[in-house]
């Protein structure tokens, strides 16, 4: 920790590479315990008839991704998926259900988020008893559903602070609103109200690096 106002993550030595470096070794994926709940509820919610719509108008490359008549389309826990596949599948999802697409990604995101965290996320959790904590452990948190990406925390308030996300492989637009609207859900799990999640930066832009502000009520 810098200071009080900024909070910088040290990601393993690994990932202590540019975002195309990482991209080329094989980074850049979402693992498959948020993505396996998101399904999971997409296939409650909408039923067989949308699931077997969503396989048909996905293309090839991701179609491959999945088992159409296994649970939950054979989406594993275990597993990690391609940013590209994954954005691919959200918004098809959306296009299916005929649905708004950015509140679509939003329920999208609380689904995977609620799942993810009452099973792996328990232990980091248990420090996460107020919005300040989700910073201070911003970057345990994001690599419960991410295999890379470096955190930065600044402008921490006991109202906000600003997110900076940089060194993460194969951006793609949607999955970098899943990931805000899964941070904005972490933050309403500690009991705080009207969480607003706004994008300053991002690399679908043309900036080099995604800055997200959040900000609460108590």
Same mark, same amino acid.
């Given at each position: 920790?810098?200071?009080s106002?900024e ?34 509820f997409? &296939? ?28 939950? &389309?054979?989406i594993?826990?275990? /597993? ?10 959200? /918004?098809?999802?959306?296009?299916? #259900? ?11 995101? #609380?689904?995977? #988020? ?10 980091? &959790? ?17 690599s419960?559903?991410?295999?890379a ?24 637009l ?11 859900? &972490? ?14 930066k ?11 502000r959040? /900000?609460?009520?108590?």
């Amino acid at each position: 920790m810098a200071d009080s106002n900024e909070l910088r993550s040290v990601p393993p030595p690994h990932l202590r590479r540019s975002a195309a470096e990482l991209a080329a070794a094989g980074f850049g994926n979402l693992y498959g315990t948020g993505l396996r709940g998101a399904v999971e509820f997409f &296939l409650q919610r909408y039923g067989p008839a949308a699931a077997h719509a969503l396989v048909q108008r996905l293309g090839p490359g991701a179609r491959q991704h999945l088992t159409p008549n296994a649970p939950v &389309l054979g989406i594993l826990g275990t /597993r990690k998926y391609p940013y590209a596949f994954v954005g691919e599948m959200i /918004r098809t999802m959306a296009a299916v #259900v005929r649905a708004e697409e950015d509140a679509f990604i939003r329920e999208i995101a #609380v689904a995977g #988020v609620d799942a993810t965290t009452s099973t792996v996320a328990r232990i980091a &959790l248990r420090y996460v008893v107020k919005p300040t904590d989700v910073a201070t452990h911003a970057q345990t948190l994001f690599s419960l559903f991410h295999d890379a990406g470096r955190i930065t925390i600044t402008d921490l308030t006991d109202r906000e602070y600003l997110s900076h996300l940089t060194e993460w492989p194969n951006h793609d637009l949607t999955m970098c609103k899943l990931g805000i609207y899964a941070a904005a859900r &972490l933050i309403e799990q500690t009991g705080v109200r009207s969480v607003e999640a706004r994008r300053e930066k991002c690399i679908s832009w043309g900036h080099d690096h995604c800055v997200t502000r959040m /900000r609460w009520a108590p």
